[in-house]
C-alpha cells in the first residue's frame, strides 16, 4: 500500500506502522477588527434598514439592535456582521384592556407585535457603504428578506 493515497483504508494496522505523516501548519493572514469599528459597521446596516422602503414594507420598522453575533473581516476591506434586531410593524390592532375600580375597558392601540430577525450584512471599511444585507426573519424560522444595494 502506497503512503500518498489519502483515501484508501488500510485492511491491517502493521501498514500503518510504515507511513509516517507529518503535520502541516496554515496560517491565514486576516484583517483584525475592534469592537468600535463593527458597531459603526452595524451602525451603518441600521440606518441603510431604516431608510430603505422595501425593507421596511417586509419587516416593519427597525426598533433596536437586540444582540451581536459575531464580526470579523473574511476579506480584505470588508467587514461583515451578524446581529439579532427587533422589527416592528405598523398596524390598527386595537386591544380591551381592562381599567381598574370597574371603570369599562380602553381603547389602547396595540400593533402587530414585534419579529426578531438575524441580520447578516457586509460593510465596505474604507467607504461605510453597505455592499450587502439579509435579514432572516423569525430567527431563521421563517423566509428571508435580501435588501438591494
Excluded at 30 to 44: N, R, W, Y
Excluded at 89 to 106: A, E, N
Excluded at 112 to 123: D, I, L, P
Amino acid at each position: 500500500m502506497s503512503c500518498t493515497s489519502a483515501f484508501v483504508v488500510p485492511s491491517s494496522s502493521a501498514s500503518l506502522s510504515r507511513c509516517r505523516l507529518e503535520p502541516t501548519r496554515t496560517q491565514l493572514q486576516m484583517a483584525q477588527v475592534t469592537q468600535q469599528e463593527a458597531q459603526k459597521g452595524i451602525d451603518k446596516v441600521v440606518q441603510a434598514l431604516r431608510r430603505d422602503g422595501a425593507a421596511k414594507k417586509e419587516l416593519g420598522n427597525l426598533v433596536k439592535v437586540n444582540n451581536v453575533l459575531g464580526f470579523g473581516a473574511p476579506k480584505p476591506g470588508e467587514l461583515a456582521v451578524r446581529f439579532n434586531a427587533s422589527f416592528k410593524k405598523d398596524g390598527f390592532g386595537r386591544s380591551s384592556v381592562p381599567l381598574p375600580f370597574g371603570l369599562g375597558q380602553s381603547n389602547k392601540s396595540e400593533g402587530r407585535g414585534t419579529m426578531v430577525g438575524q441580520v447578516k450584512a457586509s460593510v465596505s471599511i474604507k467607504t461605510g457603504k453597505v455592499i450587502s444585507c439579509s435579514v432572516f426573519k423569525d430567527l431563521g424560522y421563517g423566509n428571508s428578506f435580501m435588501m438591494k444595494i
